[in-house]
């Protein structure tokens, strides 16, 4: 992948080049966000993130923005392929008397390419890892999928014991007329004892956020 603009700042993204005003729009958006609570941010108030113009951030593609609320790292992937790392400490059961401290890991890698409706499939791309995730230890336990004529994700939820962990795993395709954005976004939670199991895609959504300059129809979360 070719043609990556990027500036990271510690509290706020400015991107060079033909997609430069992408973040100032989503600091104008944030201005409505940060007036939304949800209920998982509104059971401690110490854990709420700030509006998402805080948080700082990368163009992981032509157009296309990930920001976190956390710390956010850039470093050269295998084959030079540029590689987003992001973390955050996590409250687990943080409307219980006794939370449970953990911590949330990302990585975020995006590709270009040329659409077509064949490669246009998250699910198949999922299928060719499976096995060797299998042979890993990885454990999926649901699918979820947020599918359009513009985006496809599925969101590969599943668990990991040994090293003990949970984990989102996404794949999201965004067209952008003949172009094809390949997405990959793998987070992984870990924590102490006292946790069979935990809800972790809502912390995905609530801690990270990916933006389009161009207009796709996302469905309901990227």
Known sequence: MTGWPILLR????????PHK??????????????????????QNPAMTPPPVAEWPGAEIAPGVAFQGDGSV????GPGGLPVLTFWRPILFREDSDKPIAGRMDC?????????SEEVFDPEALHEVNEPLREAQGYKDRDILRD?????????????RKDPREHYVLSYIL??????LIDIRRNCTFIHGKGIRRIDALPYVHRYTKLTYAFEPNTGNNA
């Open 21 to 42: 005003s992408l973040l100032s729009r989503m600091r104008q958006a944030a201005l409505l966000t940060s007036f939304i609570a949800t209920p998982l941010a509104a």
């Open 107 to 115: 990585r975020v890698v995006a590709s270009e390419g040329l659409y």
């Open 147 to 159: 599918l359009s004529e513009t985006v496809r994700k599925i969101d590969v939820v599943g668990r």
């Open 73 to 76: 790292t850039l470093a050269e």
């Open 10 to 17: 510690s509290k706020y993204q400015a991107i060079r080049g």
């Open 174 to 179: 965004v067209r952008d007329g003949d172009r």
